[in-house]
T-cell receptor
Framework: GAVVSQHPSWVICKSGTSVKIECRSLDFQATTMFWYRQFPKQSLMLMATSNEGSKATYEQGVEKDKFLINHASLTLSTLTVTSAHPEDSSFYIC????????????FGPGTRLTVT | QKEVEQNSGPLSVPEGAIASLNCTYSDRVSQSFFWYRQYSGKSPELIMSIYSNGDKEDGRFTAQLNKASQYVSLLIRDSQPSDSATYLCAVKVQGAQKLVFGQGTRLTINP
């Protein structure tokens, strides 16, 4: 069964508004979770590593003030896209690690964001 | 040079045949490698992980790793139409928990 959930599965918002996406680890207390973005016909691009109880680590080129990440508990990480624009329309996917030294990641079902 | 490279395809294979997917990586010290399958419109799902040189088999899937050549592959035996998907190769970044993904190979199994 699924080990990571995301909500919502899809969202449409107007340009300039903010959208919050939730990612939950269902079976495991995850100190680290990951946020990816995927544009059509492209691969996964890591946006940031979400760390429970501390600041997220953002990848180069990702605006931390635009993509706010909060990892307030061991089972929940949130990504807020602030002042969304049409170019932010994408498939946002979170994942959690396995908690072991295997470094496997398990993905949520993703959230499709459309900004109009 | 990209960190993880895959042929984007599409790769077409007849049903029942062996599908062979290839991936090369640039960081010689990488130790952990993963294959994910992604159906259109869905998120990736883990198929195999491999950490040691040689072959690792799981059902119809076999992952092969050659660290000297910086090459990892995935073989799918007895290919089924349900195997049609994009296959993503991922490599763990040394010294960090994060993965770097290749662009993916789109595989089509023809009945």
């Amino acid at each position: 069964g699924a080990v990571v959930s995301q909500h919502p599965s899809w969202v449409i918002c107007k340009s300039g508004t903010s959208v919050k996406i939730e990612c939950r680890s269902l079976d495991f207390q995850a100190t680290t979770m990951f946020w990816y973005r995927q544009f059509p016909k492209q691969s996964l691009m890591l946006m940031a590593t979400s760390n429970e109880g501390s600041k997220a680590t953002y990848e180069q080129g990702v605006e931390k003030d635009k993509f706010l990440i909060n990892h307030a508990s061991l089972t929940l990480s949130t990504l807020t896209v602030t002042s969304a624009h049409p170019e932010d329309s994408s498939f946002y996917i979170c994942s959690r690690g396995s908690g072991l030294s295997s470094y496997e990641q398990y993905f949520g079902p993703g959230t499709r964001l459309t900004v109009t | 040079q990209k960190e993880v490279e895959q042929n984007s395809g599409p790769l077409s294979v007849p049903e029942g045949a062996i599908a062979s997917l290839n991936c090369t990586y640039s960081d010689r010290v990488s130790q952990s490698f993963f294959w994910y399958r992604q159906y259109s419109g869905k998120s990736p799902e883990l198929i195999m992980s491999i950490y040691s040189n040689g072959d690792k088999e799981d059902g119809r899937f076999t992952a092969q790793l050659n660290k000297a050549s910086q090459y990892v592959s995935l073989l799918i035996r007895d290919s089924q139409p349900s195997d049609s998907a994009t296959y993503l190769c991922a490599v763990k970044v040394q010294g960090a928990q994060k993965l770097v993904f290749g662009q993916g190979t789109r595989l089509t199994i023809n009945p």
